[in-house]
């Protein structure tokens, strides 16, 4: 088997419903909250949500489909030239309601794709699913396993917000959380790196899986739906957040480097909100005494997307036309598990 040093990101895909919710309109039909700024808390003042009717193609599967379309319009390669799809959706409706396990999204994608000759399968580790798909992917590639691979996932998030709607009393139910999310898809295609201009440098997780209850998806059992339940003190607190600098600057301890020297141009964290991404930012320019590089974000616009939310971010970035060529960036997971981590890529000729 051949070994290839890195990967790189080569094309770049979203799908975004059309319709818009405000926060005032979400806040509206959740009478339990009274006068609680939702907006002053989440920083977050619209997102999108799904159309409910099957024949939008606005469910899970659906969405991830267009992503995928979207981002292998702007690559070189396509569906028959894939090796591998992976899909790392966390809600899985397809056909409008239906949850489906079997078989995974990413064989139908596969399928719908026309990638006929590509291994699939499906990845689940929470908001943090598709950086481990991608994970996974660079390191096949840098393997000589294969040569290019699709990274995707569609995601009905405010499924999780309808029935927090229903169900919440107060600002510290657990289903607060729910109110921060929005639908959207994304996808993302790798291939061997031949130029540093272009290069997935490294791409390190941690997944502490006894934390789990901290952030818990299932059937609520309370009324018909899907509930999200989450202890947002212990999710943000200090302590959990001191885990990504300590992490990734053990991880350039051991190889005598240091993340001033990394140079980073942009940073991405997890699109949780406004709050959250202005506090991890500060808690580790604390640890790794050393000032941030500059944060991107989309989650005023866009809530907490869950999977997508790192590359719906790079994508508008780069589409916005402002990037500069050869720029570094830094994307930093935060997921339930607990999971933390680091990707550290420059990208110089990305199809967006």
């Given at each position: ?43 977050i ?11 939008s ?73 598709m ?7 660079d ?34 139910d ?49 009324t018909?739906?899907?509930?999200l339940?989450?202890?947002?003190k ?93 720029a ?15 990707l ?9």
């Amino acid at each position: 088997m051949s070994t290839t040093a890195h990967s790189r990101i080569e094309a770049l895909g979203v799908c975004l419903p059309a319709a818009v919710q405000t926060t005032p309109q979400l806040a509206a039909l959740v009478p339990g909250l009274g006068d609680v700024d939702i907006e002053k808390i989440t920083g977050i003042t619209e997102r999108r949500v799904y159309d409910p009717e099957p024949a939008s193609g606005e469910d899970s599967f659906g969405m991830a489909l267009a992503a995928a379309r979207d981002a292998l319009e702007s690559s070189r390669y396509g569906a028959a030239d894939l090796d591998i799809v992976i899909s790392a959706s966390i809600t899985r409706f397809k056909d409008g309601d239906r949850f489906t396990f079997e078989p995974s999204f990413a064989a139908m994608l596969a399928r719908e794709l026309g990638a006929r000759s590509a291994i699939h399968f499906d990845v689940s580790n929470a908001c943090a699913g598709m950086m481990t798909g991608v994970w996974l992917l660079d390191r096949m590639i840098r393997s000589g396993a294969v040569r290019r691979g699709l990274v995707v996932s569609g995601e009905q998030a405010t499924r999780v917000a309808q029935t927090a709607a229903r169900e919440m009393t107060d600002s510290y139910d657990p289903q607060f959380a729910s109110l921060s999310v929005g639908d959207s898809a994304a996808a993302v295609v790798l291939d061997v790196s031949t130029d540093a201009a272009d290069r997935i440098h490294y791409i390190e997780l941690m997944t502490c899986s006894e934390y789990s209850h901290l952030c818990m998806g299932m059937p609520s059992d309370r009324t018909p739906g899907i509930s999200l339940y989450t202890d947002n003190k212990k999710m943000h607190d200090r302590d959990r957040l001191k885990l990504w600098p300590r992490f990734h600057g053990d991880f350039l301890a051991k190889r005598g480097r240091a993340f001033a020297g990394e140079e980073f141009d942009f940073v991405i964290q997890h699109q949780v909100g406004t709050r959250f991404i202005d506090y991890a930012n500060q808690t580790a320019e604390a640890e790794f005494a050393a000032p941030m590089p500059t944060s991107l974000a989309v989650v005023e616009r866009y809530g907490n997307t869950a999977t997508t939310s790192h590359f719906l971010t790079l994508c508008e970035h780069l589409r916005a036309g402002s990037a500069r060529p050869g720029a570094k960036y830094l994307l930093v997971p935060a997921a339930s598990g607990v999971v933390t981590g680091a990707l550290s890529a420059t990208l110089t000729n990305v199809g967006v």
